[in-house]
């Protein structure tokens, strides 16, 4: 019953619904279009809101507190991509850049599923540690890093020396990370004083700009549908039960290590992500023999709107479950 009430508040939410018609218009070839420029502006909006208001949050708090959820979600980063490139060469049968490109997105995150899951838990009033930015931040890079590492491993061909020089260039200095992890300096310098006075722009609004940002998001994954024929039914179910899988293991492991049932929940949902905005623009440079039908069907396509619709409600019953709250 409560996985029910939960599936129920998550295919409810103006967020889940702006994705379901993004998806829709896309199906009926509407000329509903987002202008470049806007996606970026709420991309940047995003990720700076999350970074600014969980730095704001960091304030006052020890490293004894923090500490114990950072090693696990970077801990969590770095081990997921080695099992699913050696279960994506051997039992969905890719070639080891597919496999390399692939295991790169799904040990990183994703910004707008963790966006999700917050507006989520929130809206059933659950309170969640105001560190758990920090948690997005350190998973985004060291998954794209081992991916990369494990094909150049088999021997295949990924990049020049200089492409690879580039691509930790790219990562460290990206938009995500350097908006996210900026963010947090700010909010940690400023404290709750200093961010009242931004409060009106980067507060009250975000729910709404994360319901605009998720229309668009639903546009771009109707229009990626169709490589569904191209995935195969390997990559489909490969693409659906590891989110879960991992979203059981990052629940454990955030009860292990000391978060709540909301911080939990959270370091679940990023666990069972995936990433197509950082690793994407990564793997382009460092494989660029992998397949893109592959990798953005598999994490935008396919587990990301799995994630918004069933598996943030999900994961969040199965923490219940473990607190037995």
């Known amino acids: 019953m409560e996985l029910l009430q939960s ?9 889940v619904l702006a994705f379901t018609l993004g998806l829709f218009a896309t199906l009926v070839k509407s000329d509903l279009r987002f202008p470049d420029e806007l996606y970026t502006a709420l991309t940047i909006y995003l990720l700076f809101a999350i970074g600014l208001k969980g730095g704001m949050k960091l304030d006052g708090m020890s490293l004894s507190v923090v500490g114990g959820p950072l090693v696990a979600a970077v801990t969590l980063s770095a ?3 080695v099992w699913c490139f050696y279960l994506l060469k051997s039992a969905v049968r890719l070639a080891p850049a597919d496999a390399g490109a692939i295991a790169a997105h799904y040990g990183s995150v994703s910004a707008v599923t963790f966006s999700a899951v917050l507006a989520f838990l929130e809206m059933g009033k659950v309170p969640v540690e105001g560190f758990v930015p920090a948690l997005l931040a350190v998973m985004e890079a060291p998954a794209i890093i081992v991916g990369i590492f494990l094909v150049m491993r088999t021997g295949s061909q990924a990049s020049r020396p200089g492409d690879v020089k580039k691509l930790f260039h790219d990562l460290l200095t990206g938009k995500g990370i350097l908006l996210l992890l900026g963010g947090l300096a700010i909010g940690l310098l400023c404290g709750k004083k200093g961010f009242e006075q931004v409060a009106p722009l980067f507060d009250a609004p975000f729910k709404g700009v994360l319901t605009l940002f998720l229309l668009e998001v639903g546009l771009v994954t109707g229009r990626r549908l169709h490589d569904l024929k191209t995935a195969g039914w390997r990559l489909v179910a ?4 590891m989110p879960v ?18 911080g939990a ?22 494989l660029p023999q992998a397949s893109p039908a592959l990798y953005l069907t598999s994490s935008l396509a396919i587990t990301f709107p799995f994630n918004i619709v069933l598996g943030i409600p999900l994961y969040h019953a199965f923490a219940k479950f473990l607190f037995n709250a």
């Open 7 to 15: 599936l129920s508040t998550s295919l409810l939410s103006p967020m």
């Open 79 to 81: 081990v997921i991509p």
């Open 238 to 241: 490969f693409s659906v039960i």
């Open 245 to 262: 899988l991992h979203g059981l293991l990052g629940a454990v492991a955030g009860k292990w290590c000391g978060l709540g049932l909301g």
């Open 265 to 286: 929940t959270v370091l679940a949902t990023l666990a069972a992500s995936a990433s197509y905005i950082a690793a994407p623009a990564a793997v382009r440079i460092a």
